[in-house]
């Protein structure tokens, strides 16, 4: 059984997981509306990982014999001045991420929840990636500065990225997945 404190941490997370989703398909919405169409697909790929990264924590709950609670998803902006300034909010956002993904390891700790502990060491080490993905879009962007070629180009480069299931222990599979 899972002790009623992770429950509530772990509930929270799965709104702010899909929160994250929420504001990565804003984000590819205002990127299309620009004609910055991969840009957009790298954000909607993104937004799918990060349903992915919710149903993670929506079965562990599950499995643990505890109860999902979810909540209203608060609304996310719909503008940013610059895809620069869009992806400066993706790595902000996940510094978030990253810090309640630590604070629900330790809370685990402190409970000795062994269990929760372990299957958060998946998100702990997908958060080094998220962050240094944002922060090297954020540098090809600052490269870029005001040229328009180069900004097409990168542009170009993002519409190349794919959805690939992320395969996270305990927690939900791509259909067919063999087990981890
Ligand atoms: Fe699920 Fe981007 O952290």
Known sequence: MIPRKIEAAIN?????????????LAMAAHLRFKGLNGFANW???????????????????IDRGGKVALKAIAQPKSEWKSA??????????EEIV?????????????????ATRNFMQWYISE??????NANEIINELKLAEDSKEAL?????????RIFMFPVIPGGI????AAAP
Do not use: C, W
Request: hydrophobic share 45%; aromatic share 12%; glycine share 4%.
């Open 43 to 61: 954000m909607q790929i993104q937004a799918q990982e990060e349903t992915v990264h919710g149903m993670g924590f929506y079965n562990f709950i």
């Open 152 to 160: 097409l180009m990168l542009d170009r480069e993002k519409a190349q």
């Open 173 to 176: 599979k791509a259909p067919g």
């Open 12 to 24: 929270d997370q799965i709104n702010f997981e899909l929160y994250s989703a929420y504001i990565y």
């Open 127 to 132: 958060q080094v990636e998220e962050e240094a």
């Open 84 to 93: 620069l300034a869009a992806f400066e909010n993706v790595l902000a956002h």
């Open 98 to 114: 990253t810090s309640r993904i630590n604070n629900i390891a330790a809370l685990a700790e402190a409970e000795k929840d062994y």
